[in-house]
């Protein structure tokens, strides 16, 4: 998926005490990983990161004059990636849908079935990345794995929102909505160089009236979007608010 330029900036700068500093500014909302030609990787947050310090006078490598030198990726390797965590379905609570892969992609993208012009629902909580097309919204969620919304003709929600399972992000521009739910893959790498395409997508585990399924392809199901499954990435305090809220 294409990135905005200016993501990702690398500058040598010196702090207070005149030390000079390695710091690359990431421009999103999501992580990144930096590769550097011939120096470690990086996990890169969203803000100012700083990599390493050098004392004052010291010569340092300037990544910000040699731009080729690193590759950046968008999200860091999940930790914690579950299968088995839930999602909903991408229709409001209680109506039928059922899924289809998109023979258009080269990837696992999954075509969900959807009336022109419906609301489109998120499957799972998280942050919106900027994304340079107007027709996507990109998803961070809190366990390191996206989800793309592709074919969205009207957005409610833009880059920087938290948005929480269940919510409406936006109007269905076609009658299928198509989603590719993908992780940044520590397999895919080799020392500082990586494999070719470094994301594994996958079909999420989805909460149904058929219970917590991995749902078979054109088979339809019902959504289920109940509170358990909107409060699943919550904290507590957030849990004890959107419950006081409801």
């Known amino acids: 998926m294409a990135r905005q330029t200016g993501i990702i900036e690398g500058k040598a700068e010196q702090n207070s005490r005149k030390e000079t500093c390695c710091n690359f500014y990431n421009n999103d909302w999501c992580d990144y990983y930096l590769c550097c030609h011939n120096d470690k990787a990086y996990n890169l947050h969203p803000g100012k990161n700083t990599l390493f310090v050098a004392p004052d006078k010291s010569k ?26 839930p999602y909903a379905l991408p229709v409001k609570n209680g109506v039928r849908t059922a899924w289809r892969t998109n023979r258009h992609e080269t990837k696992k993208t999954l075509c969900f079935k959807i009336e022109k012009e419906d609301t489109v629902y998120a499957t799972r909580g998280g942050i919106l990345c900027k994304i340079p097309s107007s027709r996507f919204i990109l998803i961070y969620h809190p366990d390191h794995t996206f989800a793309a919304y592709i074919g969205i003709r009207d957005k409610f929600v833009k880059p920087g929102d938290e948005v929480r399972t269940g919510q409406a992000i936006g109007i269905a521009g076609q009658d299928n909505i198509s989603i590719s739910f993908f992780f940044l893959d520590k397999n895919k790498f080799e020392a500082s160089a990586d494999m070719g ?31 358990a499954l909107i409060m699943q990435d919550m904290s507590k305090k957030e849990q004890k608010k959107y419950l006081k809220h409801k």
């Open 197 to 227: 395409y470094p994301y594994s997508h996958f079909v999420p585990t989805f909460r149904t009236d058929r219970g917590d399924v991995r749902p078979v392809e054109r088979k339809f199901y019902r959504a289920v979007t109940d509170d």
């Open 60 to 85: 340092i490598y300037n990544p910000a004059k040699e731009e080729f030198q690193y590759r950046y990726y968008r999200g860091i390797f999940p930790k914690k990636f579950n299968i088995e965590t």
